[in-house]
């Protein structure tokens, strides 16, 4: 069997698309624009890129961008302090802070001071708790996205048994509570988990999101299963690889994931999504106050 690939960058253009059409509406009715803003502390070179990508998506699908881009010692108080006007500033909708920051700044101190109704990125305990209740608010963006894309196959999800390798509080986690409000038998796994090998090759779904290259063999996949690969290396020629060996799983999957063109497009896509959800959401509490 060979896969059919689930190909998040086109349907990330297309969500886009339509995406763009919803904004230049919403901003006809509203008189403003959604707006994001992306707080970058320090120089690292990648942080640096996915910044530039998210706010030329945001311009892509009409969303405003107020980018502040800070040195390397900034304190975690004037980040804190700045988090701190934008949660009252009437046109933003969404605040991001780009991760990892510099050691001298708590990343949970960070995302605990987003007001939950801004947390495009999901990844407020307030969004987590809300995902795990079964009344998701705004959704973490990869799981989000993975969902997404699972929904491309047409599958139903119920009763299928998924595994999750990983279970970080921005991907592996909230990808299980997706899951499992989906109806899966959810499995998750991580760096205790012994004989990954045996919970991979029963899953109908597979997640591999513990960013480690080629964790999960081609071999163990199941003939038919969906294959959605997080993980993210940087090869020494340039080139980018997942967490999965595709050469192998792309022969028994029926649909899969490449790297790149898969997950990470969708991400950028779903915090776009969440912005003009926040957006709307803050509108309609408005005209229910009037
Ligand atoms: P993380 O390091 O925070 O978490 C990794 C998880 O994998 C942990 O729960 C750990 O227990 C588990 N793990 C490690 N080794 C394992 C093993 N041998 N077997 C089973 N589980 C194991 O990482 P993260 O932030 O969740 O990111 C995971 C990967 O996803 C990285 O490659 C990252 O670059 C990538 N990523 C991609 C996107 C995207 O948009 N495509 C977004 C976020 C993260």
């Not at 009409?62 to 006007?85: K, M, N, R, Y």
């Not at 933003?92 to 605990?112: A, K, S, T, Y």
């Not at 290396?233 to 063109?261: K, M, N």
Request: with cysteine.
């Amino acid at each position: 069997m060979t896969a059919q690939i689930l190909d998040g960058k086109a349907l990330s253009q297309r969500l886009r698309r339509e995406m763009a059409d919803t904004v230049t509406q919403l901003s006809a009715t509203y008189g403003r624009a959604p707006g994001l803003a992306v707080i970058l502390v320090g120089e690292d070179p990648a942080s640096q890129i996915y910044v530039n990508n998210k706010k030329s998506a945001c311009a892509q699908v009409g969303i405003a961008s107020f980018s502040h881009t800070l040195p390397s010692d900034t304190s975690q108080e004037h980040v804190l302090g700045l988090i701190g006007e934008m949660n009252h500033d009437p046109r933003i909708d969404g605040i991001l802070v780009q991760l990892p920051v510099p050691q001298q700044i708590n990343p949970e101190r960070i995302i605990e001071a987003i007001t939950p109704s801004k947390d495009v990125d999901g990844f407020h305990p307030y969004n987590l708790g809300c995902l795990t209740a079964r009344k998701p608010a705004l959704r973490s963006c990869t799981p989000y996205g993975c969902m997404r894309l699972l929904e491309e196959t047409g599958i139903d999800l119920h009763g299928k048994e998924a595994v999750v390798v990983g279970a970080s509080n921005i991907v592996g986690r909230p990808m299980a509570m997706e899951l499992l409000l989906a109806g899966s038998t959810v499995t998750v796994c991580h760096r205790f988990t012994e004989d990954l090998a045996a919970h991979v090759a029963r899953a109908d779904i597979v997640i591999a999101a513990a960013g480690k290259q080629d964790l999960v063999r081609g071999e163990w996949i199941k003939p038919g299963a969906i294959v959605i690969d997080v993980g993210i290396h940087r090869l020494e020629d340039g080139s980018l690889t997942g967490d999965v060996d595709f050469a192998i799983a792309s022969q028994r999957a029926a649909w899969i994931t490449p790297v790149p063109g898969g997950v990470g497009p969708m991400t950028i896509c779903m915090l776009l999504a969440n912005t003009v959800q926040s957006y709307q959401t803050a509108h309609l509490a408005h005209n229910t106050e009037l």
